[in-house]
Each structure stands twice: as structure tokens, then as C-alpha cells.
């Protein structure tokens, strides 16, 4: 919860976070309070993982809406919109570790080519290409 919190920090307190960060590199003096120093670089790392980490967790979020978005209004027919939604469904809504690489692979082989198609025909014909090609 601590990191999503330090997620909503704006960027100019990250960009604040790395000045200090690169500040007290240039001023490090041994003779002052080195574990302080170390502290402070500890606590400020944390604070940059954590947010890496969250804007990992928020764009995996809006992967699938966004996959929606960039496939789902070019589609033509009904079957292809069918095909386009299920293959975003698995490769973004799904936690990663559940989909396969080659089940991954088929499906960006459908989003690739599906959307444009104008006839059931080509659906069928696409779907056994990517099939054949990644599974």
C-alpha cells in the first residue's frame, strides 16, 4: 500500500527525489555521518522502486483497455471482433504467468491481422495461420 501511495506522487517530486539523490553524491564528505548518508540513499532507493513498481502494476492494468481500443475499432465482422477481444483478454487481463509464450504469440499473431478482415473466410484462414505458425 506504501508503494502505490508513493505512486501518486507528481513528477516533480521524483524529479526532486533524483536531484537530491544526485546532490548529496557530489557532497558526500566521509568525515560527516556516513550511515546517515547510506540511510538516506537506502530510503530514497526504496522510494524509486516502489514507484517503478507501481507504474508497472498501473500500465499492466490498462493493457488490456488500451489493447481494446487499438484493435477492437478496426474490426469488421462479428467474428473477428470476437477473436480480437478473447486474444486481448488473455495477453492483458490475465496475470502474467497464467498465459503461455506461444499462447502470447498467437494471439499478437491474431491482433496483428485480424482487425482489417472483411470476411469470415479470412477470419477462418487467419486463425489456422497464426495456429499453425504458433502453437
Known amino acids: 500500500m506504501l508503494c ?3 505512486f501518486a506522487l507528481k513528477y516533480e517530486t521524483l524529479e526532486y527525489v533524483i536531484y537530491t539523490i544526485i546532490q548529496d ?3 558526500l564528505n566521509f568525515h560527516s555521518n556516513t550511515m546517515s548518508y547510506l540511510a538516506r540513499i537506502s530510503l ?7 514507484l517503478v513498481g507501481a507504474h508497472g502494476v498501473a ?4 493493457g ?3 489493447c481494446i481500443l487499438d484493435h477492437l475499432d478496426q474490426a469488421k465482422i462479428d467474428n473477428a471482433s470476437r477473436f480480437i477481444a478473447k486474444a486481448c483478454e488473455e495477453n492483458y487481463g490475465s496475470p502474467a504467468g497464467q ?6 504469440s498467437y494471439n499478437e499473431c491474431l491482433l496483428d491481422h485480424m482487425a482489417q478482415v472483411e470476411s469470415l473466410d479470412a477470419v477462418i484462414r487467419i486463425r489456422t495461420a497464426c495456429e499453425k505458425k504458433f502453437r
Open 25 to 27: 553524491t557530489h557532497l
Open 44 to 50: 530514497y532507493g526504496f522510494f524509486l522502486t516502489c
Open 59 to 62: 500500465k499492466e492494468k490498462y
Open 4 to 6: 502505490w501511495n508513493i
Open 64 to 66: 488490456y483497455e488500451d
Open 99 to 104: 498465459v503461455s509464450a506461444k499462447q502470447r
